[in-house]
């Protein structure tokens, strides 16, 4: 490729290093091809907001979906579907939950929230074995790996999160 | 996270791009260039400043920048091949009249783009009146005519 291009000679005073050129445009071409691929990885939800970052983890008829890939200071939200035990569904904050989480909302709200040993408990009243969907909005201000856990209806989950700064 | 961290990370990562994408980038060669160019400062002051509004962070960050500017200004006067790898170099891509096809395209540099620059600077209306054509390092297209080309010669 270097062989291609060659040197021109004029009278101009310019600082024309054509091998330097050459390499450039190498190099350029190797970053436009980084760049496509971070751009497919970023629509497919690398960063988050997408497929690749979608979760879903069940246990005892209960379903919690979140995503894998965070940024940080983002929204996120954390649906946790699940139906009620004689007439309540419960759900159980670690104490590390709200260290590595801001809780901006939870929807529906609970009846009754209680912390005990450090635990937050929500409480959201349900017909019988009725099914809920709950939506709580966190937010990460920290970056790097993280796992916490929270339990549903006294069944524990574990959630595995990777925050981008 | 630490502004100074967050002004430095944006820097570099602007610079690393600009040199990425080319430095007919940076041209403003048509008003989406333009329009472009002024989305991506808006998401660069989002991401500068994120939740910290204060006087202090703002100040922190554009000491941040200027320093940074500042090294690297630095940095290219000591070591001038840092500086032709970070800023470019200027290419010639028309001599004596000739467009030089392959620089062009590898350049991402149009004749319309030289013969638009010729009209603009010297009001030049084919491509044989210009004797050189150079893309300097900020991405702009300079023009020689031959008639000033043949007073530069006589003056060597």
């Known amino acids: 490729m270097k062989g291609k291009i060659g040197r021109i000679s004029s ?16 190099v350029q071409r190797i970053g436009w091809s980084v760049m496509f691929i971070f751009l497919c990885l970023a629509a497919l939800g690398f960063f988050g907001d997408g497929v690749l970052s979608e979760k879903t983890i069940a246990a005892d008829g209960a379903t919690i979906s979140f995503e894998r890939f965070l940024r940080r200071e983002n929204d996120s939200v954390i649906e946790i579907n699940a139906s009620g035990v004689d007439g309540t569904m419960e759900v159980t904050f670690a ?3 709200n260290k590595t989480y801001q809780i901006e909302a939870v929807f529906p709200e609970p009846a009754e929230q ?7 408990v929500l409480a959201f009243p349900t017909e019988g074995q009725g099914q809920i969907t709950l939506f709580v909005k966190v937010r990460k201000e920290t ?8 339990k549903v209806n006294k069944t524990n989950f574990s959630l595995s999160h990777y925050v981008f700064p | 996270m630490n502004p100074v961290v967050r002004g430095l990370a944006i820097y570099l990562f602007i610079l690393l791009w600009f040199r990425i994408v080319g430095k007919r980038s940076l041209a403003e060669s048509t008003a989406f260039d333009f329009v472009l160019l002024l989305i991506i400062s808006e998401v660069t002051q989002q991401a500068l400043v994120g939740q910290d509004y204060s006087l202090t962070g703002s100040f922190i960050l554009i000491v941040t920048l200027i320093t940074t500017d500042l090294l690297f200004s630095l940095l290219k006067e000591n070591f001038p091949f840092f500086g032709k790898v970070t800023e470019g170099l200027p290419l010639i891509i028309v001599n004596e009249g000739k467009p030089l096809l392959k620089r062009m395209r590898k350049s991402k540099v149009s004749e319309e783009d030289v013969l638009e620059a010729a009209r603009i600077i010297h009001g030049l209306q084919k491509m044989e009146d210009i004797k050189y054509a150079i893309l300097e390092k900020s991405g702009d297209i300079s023009i020689i005519p031959f008639r000033a080309s043949a007073v530069l010669e006589k003056k060597i």
């Open chain 1, 114 to 120: 209680t912390i005990l040993n450090n635990e937050t």
């Open chain 1, 95 to 97: 104490p590390d939950f």
């Open chain 1, 11 to 26: 009278p101009l005073q310019l600082d024309e290093d054509i091998n330097l050129h050459v390499t450039g445009w190498v």
């Open chain 1, 143 to 150: 970056i790097g790996r993280v796992t916490t856990s929270l």
